[in-house]
DNA sequence: GATGAATATAAAAATATTATAATACCTATG
DNA sequence: CATAGGTATTATAATATTTTTATATTCATC
């Protein structure tokens, strides 16, 4: 990677590195979800959920379509799920975690 | 996960999601490196490699061990580099990135 | 066109991250 | 034991992120 590609990588990386974010890629793993779906699953309030998902949709990991008053968010890239398997397997080998 | 572990993971993801930072794994993917070879060959500051090598070691991403006067730096966990593959086809299918 | 449900935006305070500069801490060697 | 090379720490200013609260927008329905 040249330095103009790793800031960009850093910035879709910043974009998963929040505890909700990955809830809601994890959620969204298993299918889409309305924004108030997600944001009572993952209990938070409506405001926070549209602010994550806004930053999700700007590196392109989540996708959003419109029906009537409600708004379905997908998963754009389902590649970046192998990072779950990583992360399990880190937290575990690497950061004392119990199962 | 569960919301402890996504806190965790969270962590991990901030301490990769920056531009030196992924520099220091990916140079590392290629082998064991002094703390200034480091950081002449990601043309920073001493002192922000260090504080950089401090975040991606409490993470256990890079691993340190003392030789005399140097330390060398090595990856603990060689599975990220997974993410690499991934962030590079997503650089280019999903943020509008040339080749 | 008023209402209500679903979602977005704005503002602001609290907190965290980043980057730089200055200084300190080893440790091997003369 | 003074020095110099390699690395760490501290302090700080600038900037960014996080969270909450309040308000706005949009759209279907009555």
Same mark, same amino acid.
């Given at each position: ?46 405001? !926070? !959920? ?28 389902? %590649? ?18 119990? %199962?």
């Amino acid at each position: 990677m040249v330095q103009e590609e790793r800031n960009i990588a850093a910035d879709v990386l910043k974009a998963m590195a929040h505890p909700i974010r990955l809830g809601v890629i994890e959620v969204l793993a298993d299918g889409e979800r309305t924004v108030t779906e997600l944001y009572e699953e993952l209990d938070c309030s409506q405001s !926070m !959920m549209s602010q994550q998902l806004k930053i999700l949709c700007q590196q392109k990991l989540v996708s959003i379509r419109k029906d009537g008053t409600q708004k379905y968010c997908s998963l754009s890239n389902r %590649d970046f799920l192998k990072l779950f398997d990583c992360m399990h397997l880190h937290l575990r080998k690497f950061l004392n975690f119990r %199962d």
